[in-house]
């Protein structure tokens, strides 16, 4: 009560005409963070729905639970792997065994431990840096902090590669706010996913930090190699042979970013957003559709000098980014298709090109991340042809 006596209190030098009243946009972010929003309309027409922003960003935070904490076991459990051969250093190893918890990969409580101290400092440079843009950008517009940010940061975190250096985390996530976000408005005006666009940026400006072996595993002189790049250069059958299983995929305990890596626990966010109607099950469809389909094709044709066109499409949702990018990527609501015959088309353009990026490709094994963006780039277009088909279609009938 006396929080909120307090919030009222100063209120007024926020406002017009206030002491403060340029800050506004900080005292809103702060006060409709702790209690809910006090705005309501005052013109017709009047539509009572319990969603509303907060609400939205929220559950799509708590839906990626299962990844944060699958997350931050996988890259303990891969840390501690390989300081068993190559050995402990760096101020994280210290606070391990300052705490007396060890390296023992079969301990799951010492990997989380490990994995927490890795991702902690990737997800509050994430917020910090993205943050001040974010307040710069509201206070110089005037308008509200929205709270997609916490989901853009936290999506940005999951995605990331546990030996990103920290200033390239701030730039990046910098990168993708102002360029992916602000500079077409703001939430709701962007076209492009902010988390993809700042993860891209650090991908093509630091390859040497983003791609290849050596960054997964936080670990000198460790190099591990994902199973897509085991795919891509002998084959998918040769996966078990470098001690990849599909169980091993689908359950998350190999090479990976943070949360990319655990299929299942992907699954467990896409159940709690269709459950909650936060996530479009036409995209999900649509996505799967594509995929399918387009590599079930390719199994067909075959190649005798590109071993990525024997993958089957049960391989391809488990390894890499896919089941991620499926669940919380896809079926983001504002860069995606608006109608529901463009979900579909949307769905399946991503479905498609990340099997064309993935095989045809052979410089650039992931392709989610790309072919996501590309269906960004598009959903507009499909959504104005769709509508124009639906005039048209209309007009005949009142003819």
């Known amino acids: 009560m006396g929080l909120r006596s307090f ?28 209690y809910t929003p006090k705005t309501v309309t005052t013109v017709a027409p009047h539509a009572r729905s319990y969603i509303d922003m907060k609400r939205i960003m929220t559950y799509v935070v708590i839906a990626t639970i299962p990844c944060i904490l ?40 010492a990997n989380i431990l490990h994995g927490l101290l890795y991702f902690l400092p990737i997800y509050i440079v994430t917020l910090i840096a993205g943050g001040i843009f974010e307040v710069i950008f509201a206070v110089v517009r005037g308008h509200e902090v929205n709270e997609g940010f916490l989901v853009t940061s936290m999506l940005y975190t999951l995605i990331m590669p546990a030996s990103a250096p920290l200033w390239q985390v701030a730039l990046g996530i910098i990168f993708g706010v102002v360029i992916g976000k602000e500079v077409f408005g703001g939430t709701g005006k962007n076209f492009l996913n902010p988390a993809l666009v700042g993860r891209a940026f650090l991908y093509f400006a630091y390859p040497a930090q983003m791609s290849g072996d050596r960054i997964w595993t936080p670990v000198d002189g460790f190099s591990g190699a994902t199973a897509l790049s085991v795919s891509a250069s002998d084959g998918v059958a040769s996966l078990p042979e470098h001690g990849i299983s599909w169980m091993d995929a689908f359950v998350g305990t190999i090479q990976g970013s943070f949360g990319e890596t655990s299929t299942i626990a992907c699954l467990l966010g896409l159940a709690f957003l269709l459950a909650t109607k936060i996530a479009n099950w036409r995209l999900i469809v649509g996505c799967l559709g594509g995929m399918i389909a387009f590599s079930s094709l390719l199994n067909v044709i075959g190649s005798d000098s590109n071993p990525m066109f024997a993958m089957p499409w049960y391989w391809h949702l488990v390894v890499g980014g896919y089941a991620f990018g499926l669940v919380f990527m896809v079926t983001e609501p504002v860069s995606a298709s608006h109608t529901n015959v463009g979900r579909y088309i949307y769905g399946a353009l991503i479905g498609f090109m990340v099997v064309m990026i993935r095989v045809i490709n052979p410089a650039f094994p992931e392709g989610m991340m790309l072919a996501i963006l590309f269906g960004n780039v598009f959903a507009p277009l499909i959504d104005y042809f769709v509508v124009q088909a639906n005039i048209k279609r209309r007009a005949k009938r009142n003819v």
């Not at 068993?84 to 190893?93: D, F, I, M």
């Open 7 to 34: 919030f009222d209190r100063i209120e007024p030098q926020f406002l017009k005409g206030g002491r403060f009243e340029k800050y506004f946009p900080v005292y809103e972010m702060v006060e409709s963070f702790i």
């Open 70 to 109: 699958f997350g931050m076991y996988n890259t303990g459990l891969q840390t501690n792997m390989a300081i068993a051969e190559y050995g402990a250093s760096g101020w994280r190893a210290a606070i391990i065994e300052a705490l007396g918890i060890g390296f023992n990969p079969a301990n799951p409580l």
